[in-house]
């Protein structure tokens, strides 16, 4: 069964980290690009960060330098490191894999709120 499972999400003060996790099931993981989509309330899906099998990384404009995607092949499991965070940042995340540039599988999603 293909799986992808978020975790990390919660409620944090602007100005706050957290550090989501997403742990994989794919057998192919170390060969494929992952990547974090996040959706806001009223608002489109929207492609955070992108990480590929070389560890070459790519971040919407509104997240550089305040987010961090890695990922660890050994455990099967893409993290995104969020710093600074924002109220703009409040969204369901979501973890997937992308293949041929779109997104094939999906995991269930973490929250994270970001208000005072």
């Known amino acids: 069964q293909v799986q992808l499972v978020e975790s990390g999400g919660g409620l944090v003060q602007p100005g706050g980290s957290l550090r989501l996790s997403c742990a994989a099931s794919?057998?192919?993981?170390?060969?494929?690009?992952m990547g974090w989509y996040r959706q806001a309330p009223g608002k489109q899906r929207e492609l955070v960060a992108t990480?590929?099998?070389?560890?070459?990384?790519n971040y919407v404009d509104s997240v550089k330098g305040r987010f961090t995607i890695s990922r660890d092949n050994a455990k099967k499991t893409v993290y995104l490191q969020m710093n600074s965070l924002k109220p703009e940042d409040t969204a369901v995340y979501y973890c997937?894999?992308?293949?041929?540039?779109?997104?094939?599988?999906w995991g269930q999603g973490t929250q994270v709120t970001v208000s005072s």
């Open positions: 997937t894999q992308l293949v041929g540039g779109s997104p094939k599988y």
């Open positions: 794919l057998s192919i993981f170390s060969i494929r690009v």
């Open positions: 990480i590929t099998s070389g560890n070459n990384t």
